[in-house]
């Protein structure tokens, strides 16, 4: 194997010795960037640059930061967040009223920030010392960070200025965490693909809550398959599994009890035996918003327990969804997201429902609501290119980078299909038109990112 070739093969290869699987669609843009990593470290040949990496962890990290996108902020996704702070702490607080600690882990941490985030909103309800908060990457150099707990303005974007003030020592535009809620953040170094789980013996066992967000993108569908049983098998009875978006369905891979929430899909683990105290999911109380909370300003979310068994047939969802386009065609946009939010409460995992209440308010106008139904579709079907379009133009302003992922899913997945191939959900737009414009969106992102930073 030469160096020169960059083949998808070297892609598999490359990824599986720092601790990854690739997806058939990402091992083209993975070449890609692995070809920059060699260049970059004059490496020219491929088999000296695979026996390297097994021997020089500086150049693993590297690697992992080329192939994975290492962005990551305090509060990302914030209606995740709105639904800890307001259905899911409370509801284990309930659980726990002997006092024992309630376990978070935080798998694919980064450089922090989302368990720090996590401590945070902990701090704010006053549970921080019933809480224990793991986290874990499989990058050593994004550990190192994330242990030493300080961050530029860019991390806190996103943050509250009170909490600025409130948990961070700020020091020539550098902020550094309180040393109370850093001590409540245990990290460890963790090759999810490679790992046995759950592992007890090192404290990776009965969590109240994972997130898993943004890793499973980087797997492959068996991996991702012996992945969703073993993060099932990491939950104590009740527990809850938040995962990102753009990450794969887990629902056929294991028994989990499948939610659509505002917030996306949530997954949990039942109770063996009797109901949840306080009510079970399905049942999740309005909690009244409090101005002072840093995610306070986001609606309250309400989660409906689903059955695949309810599930309608083929026919009848495209019924329903007729009559929704039908509507649509004809203007009655208002009158069509009416009736797009009724057939998404009595179908929850019906994709195209989620995607036409998305297109709907878009034309509407209201961008928010729209990106919040179509990160919904991604989070059902993460290769409907249709809605990652989407998802990105209602991203453009609000949060560029998050905008720029999805335009360059959709050209990856678009890439991968015949050019003339119909778009799902698209039909007039073939995947050769929906690239073009994928790569349109993409220049203007990047042009309209530099010329904020200037």
Not at 129 to 139: E, H, M, N, T
Request: proline share 5%; glycine share 6%.
């Amino acid at each position: 194997m030469t160096g020169h070739a960059l083949p998808s093969k070297l892609a598999v290869e490359v990824a599986c010795r720092v601790g990854l699987s690739l997806p058939a669609s990402r091992k083209g843009a993975v070449a890609s960037a692995i070809g920059r990593v060699m260049a970059r470290r004059g490496i020219d040949d491929s088999s000296l640059f695979l026996n390297r990496l097994g021997l020089d962890q500086d150049l693993t990290d590297d690697v992992i930061a080329a192939i994975t996108v290492g962005e990551t902020h305090f509060f990302r996704d914030p209606d995740q967040f709105q639904l800890i702070w307001q259905a899911i702490l409370p509801e284990l607080r309930r659980r726990r009223p002997d006092g024992s600690l309630v376990r978070i882990w935080s798998v694919g941490c980064a450089t922090g920030e989302e368990p720090y985030s996590l401590a945070i909103l902990c701090d704010e309800e006053g549970l921080l010392q019933d809480v224990r908060i793991s986290a874990a990457d499989v990058s050593r150099r994004a550990l190192a960070t994330a242990k030493a707990a300080e961050y530029g303005e860019w991390s806190l974007r996103n943050t509250d200025r009170k909490l600025k003030d409130r948990y961070f020592t700020s020091s020539e535009g550098r902020f550094r965490l309180n040393e109370r809620l850093r001590r409540q953040v245990d990290f460890a170094h963790l090759n999810l693909g490679a790992v046995e789980l759950p592992a007890p013996e090192r404290g990776l066992a009965d969590f109240d809550l994972i997130l898993c967000r943004n890793v499973l993108v980087y797997l492959d569908t068996s991996t991702v398959r012996r992945i969703a049983r073993q993060l099932l098998a990491c939950l104590a009875d009740g527990g809850w599994l938040l995962t990102a978006p753009t990450d794969p369905p887990l629902w056929k891979y294991a028994p989990f009890e499948t939610s659509i929430t505002p917030a996306g899909v949530v997954y949990r683990r039942m109770i063996a035996h009797g109901d949840i105290p306080g009510g079970s999911i399905s049942g999740v109380a309005p909690i009244p918003c409090q101005s002072n909370r840093p995610v306070s300003h986001l609606p309250v979310p309400r989660a409906s327990v689903t059955d695949e068994r309810k599930t309608p047939d083929d026919k009848a969802l495209e019924a329903i969804a007729r009559k929704i386009r039908s509507r649509y065609d004809m203007g009655e946009t208002r009158k069509a997201q009416r009736l797009a939010a009724q057939a998404v409460q009595s179908h929850p995992l019906a994709a195209e429902l989620h995607f036409l209440q998305g297109l709907s308010q878009m034309a509407d106008g209201q961008t928010d609501a729209a990106a919040a139904a179509l990160r919904r579709v991604v989070y059902l079907d993460g290769n409907l290119a249709a809605a990652q379009f989407l998802l990105g133009v209602c991203l453009t302003h609000s949060d560029p980078q998050a905008s720029q992922r999805a335009f360059e899913n959709v050209l990856h997945f678009c890439l991968s299909r015949p050019a003339r191939e119909r778009v799902a959900l698209m039909s007039e737009v073939t995947a050769g038109d929906l690239a073009e414009r994928a790569r349109r969106e993409i220049g203007k992102v990047r042009r309209g990112w530099g010329s904020e930073r200037l």
